[in-house]
């Protein structure tokens, strides 16, 4: 009976937003603009992806666009073309002196680089790590600062054939080596160090340290980024200018295979060992291309997107390297903090490069929101004509206070469901048509099936909440787990069958059939047999004006099965006092219901994070029931985390 009450409250949640109808002048110029796009898809999504893959220039046509032996797929087989090929070369006729980067080092170095000086990089680099005698279907890691030396690494990598596997610059030694390891990297590229709030991160002690224990590293190139004095071995490391120098700027891209691999990214679950994701080259391009020239409603001539996501996730690798490169388009590069050397820093850069489009996560724009207005109204941000979230479900007054100070109020925002695994852009609005609802991530992409499921399989239908799917594989998805088939089979396509992708995500349907992401399933709380999701408290939560970012999480107990437990971050302006606490509680109450009521509240300054910016409720579990916290490796802000166990001791441990 509750249980209905808390879904009825919900849906009045959800009833009472408001809506975003695209305004015509943006639709005007559109690069969608006909809803016959979907039906079309739907009708015959293999020549809907085809019409895509031919966004892209192939040496060789493939003869048979689509195989499926579930769970594994291949597409546009016989395929041949190059990533670089397709990033750079056929650009350079008609957009050679286009910029490909601006590049904003932290400490307030810069650079533009335009598509012939990164075509010009990517050969000679190309040419050195063959000279060093990596070849086709060899592995290259890749550990460095956002530089423009990343995505050339990258580039260079696709040129030869060889597949890369970025290590995102934040990670200690024993990720690298284990990364290293798992797909045995024959050359790792790194840099003496990299810049974040100020200080250097000492990247090349690191892979030192790594390399160390990883006896498939034959050679370590190294950029000079910061200048400091570092070990270089002989006979293995080889400075990045030295070898580049050296080496002819012509270097024939290599015919690929469309399903041959262009690269690993590593992907760390709630528990194991990091899955190496595996891309490959036609689908995942085609897929990147799409998504990104059709969401982002891209103009290569005169916008200037602005991914502020690291290289090291899936969303640098799709939506700063290769969607943007593959439409030549321009785009912003940015090295350091957000709040280096002051907490406009981003907005000075919007205003700097006259940045035309945002793309962000609900994370950093609840950070900017706890920072307060005064630092983007001290830029013109009029440039922004478009807004991305990517990363975690967007509580609405994320999404109105990013439209409202960072989009001047008429800036459509696209809320971008997705994973390393898809590789591309799932589920989000098309700016030009798909009317907005602040929180939800609207539907899906053209050719993309997606649905939600109860536990048995069923169709939930409009109305209805349960599992994320997707019923049929799309060109940019994943193809395995490097070195591991049978766990890419066991994690994904155990629950619902061969035929049926699951993600791992809750999500609702409303009555227009949008979908409202309600993150990982694991983070479902049990109270008193009833099930609630973490994200649906913090959503109340973060409803109340002097909430800036809050996460749940449930702490067992003899009676309810779990109770449970609210770390609040006030926004700048608020304190935590006990007053607040009873507010927050009632304020729950009234948007959920009693039973959704949080047990206790713990304020502090900051929630722990992934590197990517993603909460880990599993550490403020382990808190929450007085245990030391888990596995750490992956988190952003480690001291926090006393902070927060020092405030929890009042909690008590569960017997007490
Ligand atoms: C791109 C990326 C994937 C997980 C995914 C979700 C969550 C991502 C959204 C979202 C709600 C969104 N890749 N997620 N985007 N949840 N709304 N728009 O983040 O592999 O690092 O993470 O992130 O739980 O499964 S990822």
Same mark, same amino acid.
């Not at 030396?149 to 060889?162: H, T, V, Y």
């Not at 994320?398 to 390393?420: C, K, R």
């Not at 609702?508 to 099930?531: C, T």
């Not at 700048?572 to 509680?585: F, Q, S, V």
């Given at each position: 009976?509750?249980?209905?009450?808390?879904?009825?409250?919900?849906?009045?949640?959800? @009833?009472?937003?408001?809506?975003? &109808?695209?305004?015509?002048?943006?639709?005007?110029?559109?690069?969608?603009?006909?809803?016959?796009?979907?039906?079309?898809?739907?009708?015959?999504?293999?020549?809907?992806?085809?019409?895509?893959?031919?966004?892209?220039?192939?040496?060789?046509?493939?003869?048979?666009?689509?195989?499926?032996?579930?769970?594994?797929?291949? $597409?546009?087989?016989?395929?041949?073309?190059?990533?670089?090929?397709?990033? =750079?070369?056929?650009? =350079?006729?008609? #957009?050679?002196?286009?910029?490909? *980067?601006?590049?904003?080092?932290?400490?307030?170095?810069?650079? !533009?680089?335009?598509?012939?000086?990164?075509?010009?990089?990517?050969?000679?680099?190309?040419?050195?790590?063959?000279?060093?005698?990596?070849?086709?279907?060899?592995?290259?890691?890749?550990? =460095?600062?956002?530089?423009?030396?990343?995505?050339?690494?990258?580039?260079?990598?696709?040129?030869?054939?060889?597949?890369?596997?970025?290590?995102?610059?934040?990670?200690?030694?024993?990720?690298?080596?284990?990364?290293?390891?798992?797909?045995?990297?024959?050359?790792?590229?790194?840099?003496?160090?990299?810049?974040?709030?100020?200080?250097?991160?000492?990247?090349?002690?690191?892979?030192?340290?790594?390399?160390?224990?990883?006896?498939?590293?034959?050679?370590?190139?190294?950029?000079?980024?910061?200048?400091? %004095?570092?070990?270089?071995?002989?006979?293995?490391?080889?400075?990045?200018?030295?070898?580049?120098?050296?080496?002819?700027?012509?270097?024939?891209?290599?015919?690929? %295979?469309?399903?041959?691999?262009?690269?690993?990214?590593?992907?760390?679950?709630?528990?194991?060992?990091?899955?190496?994701?595996?891309?490959?080259?036609?689908?995942?391009?085609?897929?990147?291309?799409?998504?990104?020239?059709?969401?982002?409603?891209?103009?290569?001539?005169?916008?200037?997107?602005?991914?502020?996501?690291?290289?090291?996730?899936?969303?640098?690798?799709?939506?700063?390297?290769?969607?943007?490169?593959?439409? /030549?388009?321009?785009?912003?590069?940015?090295?350091?903090?957000?709040?280096?050397?002051?907490?406009?820093?981003?907005?000075?850069?919007?205003?700097?490069?006259?940045?035309?489009?945002?793309?962000?996560?609900?994370?950093?724009?609840?950070?900017?929101?706890?920072?307060?207005?005064?630092?983007?109204?001290?830029?013109?941000?009029? !440039?922004?004509?478009?807004? /991305?979230?990517?990363?975690?479900?967007?509580?609405?007054?994320?999404?109105?206070?990013?439209?409202?100070?960072?989009?001047?109020?008429?800036?459509?925002?696209?809320?971008?469901? $997705?994973?390393?695994?898809? /590789?591309?852009?799932?589920?989000?609005?098309?700016?030009?048509?798909?009317?907005?609802?602040?929180?939800?991530?609207?539907?899906?992409?053209?050719?993309?099936?997606?649905?939600?499921?109860?536990?048995?399989?069923?169709?939930?239908? &409009?109305?209805?909440?349960? *599992?994320?799917?997707?019923?049929?594989?799309?060109?940019?998805?994943?193809?395995?787990?490097?070195?591991?088939?049978?766990?890419?089979?066991?994690? *994904?396509?155990?629950?619902?069958?061969?035929?049926?992708?699951?993600?791992?995500?809750?999500?609702?349907?409303?009555?227009?059939?949008?979908?409202?992401?309600?993150?990982?399933?694991?983070?479902?709380?049990?109270?008193?047999?009833?099930?609630?999701?973490? *994200?649906?408290?913090?959503?109340?939560?973060?409803?109340?004006?002097?909430?800036? @970012?809050? #996460?749940?999480?449930?702490? &067992?107990?003899?009676?309810?099965?779990?109770?449970?437990?609210?770390?609040?971050?006030?926004?700048?302006?608020?304190?935590?006092?006990?007053? =607040?606490?009873?507010?927050?509680?009632?304020?729950?109450?009234?948007?959920?219901?009693?039973?959704?009521?949080?047990?206790?509240?713990?304020?502090?300054?900051?929630?722990?994070?992934?590197?990517?910016?993603?909460?880990?409720?599993?550490?403020?579990?382990?808190?929450?029931?007085? @245990?030391?916290?888990?596995?750490?490796?992956?988190?952003?802000?480690?001291?926090?985390?006393?902070?927060?166990?020092?405030?929890?001791?009042?909690?008590?441990?569960?017997?007490?």
């Amino acid at each position: 009976m509750v249980d209905k009450e808390i879904e009825k409250t919900i849906e009045a949640l959800l @009833e009472e937003r408001r809506e975003f &109808k695209p305004s015509a002048d943006f639709t005007s110029q559109a690069n969608v603009r006909e809803a016959a796009i979907y039906q079309r898809a739907a009708d015959d999504p293999e020549a809907w992806w085809e019409s895509q893959a031919d966004r892209l220039d192939w040496f060789q046509k493939w003869d048979k666009t689509f195989e499926w032996n579930a769970p594994h797929h291949k $597409w546009f087989i016989g395929g041949k073309l190059n990533v670089a090929h397709n990033c =750079l070369d056929r650009h =350079l006729d008609s #957009a050679g002196d286009r910029v490909a *980067y601006h590049w904003v080092g932290e400490p307030g170095d810069n650079r !533009s680089i335009t598509y012939s000086d990164l075509h010009d990089q990517v050969c000679r680099l190309a040419n050195g790590l063959k000279e060093l005698g990596v070849s086709k279907g060899d592995r290259v890691a890749i550990y =460095l600062p956002m530089i423009p030396e990343l995505p050339a690494a990258m580039l260079a990598c696709a040129r030869i054939g060889a597949a890369h596997s970025v290590v995102f610059g934040g990670f200690s030694a024993e990720s690298l080596r284990d990364r290293i390891n798992d797909a045995a990297c024959r050359v790792l590229i790194t840099a003496d160090g990299g810049y974040r709030r100020g200080q250097i991160i000492p990247l090349k002690l690191n892979a030192d340290d790594a390399v160390a224990e990883c006896e498939s590293i034959e050679k370590v190139i190294v950029v000079q980024r910061t200048l400091e %004095d570092v070990n270089m071995q002989e006979g293995r490391d080889i400075v990045y200018q030295d070898l580049i120098e050296a080496q002819s700027s012509e270097c024939e891209a290599e015919s690929m %295979d469309s399903e041959d691999m262009l690269y690993i990214l590593y992907t760390s679950g709630t528990t194991g060992k990091p899955k190496g994701i595996v891309h490959t080259t036609g689908g995942y391009l085609t897929g990147v291309s799409s998504t990104h020239h059709l969401i982002f409603d891209i103009k290569p001539e005169s916008d200037v997107f602005w991914c502020a996501a690291d290289i090291g996730w899936v969303t640098g690798h799709s939506y700063i390297v290769y969607g943007p490169l593959a439409n /030549g388009c321009t785009s912003i590069l940015y090295e350091g903090a957000p709040d280096w050397p002051d907490k406009d820093r981003w907005w000075g850069i919007v205003e700097e490069y006259k940045a035309t489009i945002l793309y962000t996560a609900p994370t950093a724009i609840r950070t900017m929101m706890k920072w307060g207005i005064d630092y983007p109204n001290k830029h013109d941000l009029t !440039s922004l004509r478009l807004l /991305g979230s990517v990363g975690e479900p967007i509580n609405p007054e994320a999404w109105i206070w990013y439209q409202e100070f960072i989009g001047g109020g008429d800036a459509p925002v696209v809320d971008t469901w $997705w994973q390393t695994e898809t /590789g591309a852009i799932m589920i989000s609005a098309l700016p030009g048509l798909t009317t907005l609802k602040p929180g939800s991530a609207t539907i899906a992409f053209p050719g993309v099936e997606a649905d939600v499921l109860d536990d048995k399989g069923g169709l939930v239908g &409009k109305g209805g909440g349960g *599992y994320l799917v997707l019923k049929r594989p799309t060109p940019a998805m994943f193809r395995t787990i490097f070195g591991d088939d049978e766990r890419y089979r066991k994690t *994904y396509f155990e629950k619902f069958g061969d035929e049926i992708y699951f993600p791992g995500d809750g999500a609702k349907l409303d009555d227009d059939g949008y979908f409202w992401l309600l993150g990982r399933v694991d983070d479902v709380m049990n109270v008193a047999g009833h099930r609630i999701s973490t *994200y649906e408290v913090e959503s109340a939560l973060v409803d109340h004006q002097a909430v800036a @970012e809050a #996460a749940v999480v449930g702490r &067992k107990d003899p009676k309810e099965g779990e109770t449970i437990v609210a770390f609040v971050t006030p926004r700048a302006g608020h304190e935590g006092t006990d007053e =607040l606490m009873i507010e927050l509680r009632q304020h729950v109450a009234k948007v959920i219901g009693k039973l959704a009521r949080p047990h206790a509240i713990i304020f502090t300054d900051d929630l722990p994070k992934t590197r990517s910016g993603k909460i880990m409720r599993r550490l403020l579990r382990d808190i929450a029931e007085g @245990e030391k916290p888990g596995d750490v490796t992956t988190l952003q802000n480690a001291p926090i985390l006393d902070e927060i166990r020092e405030k929890a001791k009042s909690l008590g441990s569960r017997d007490g």
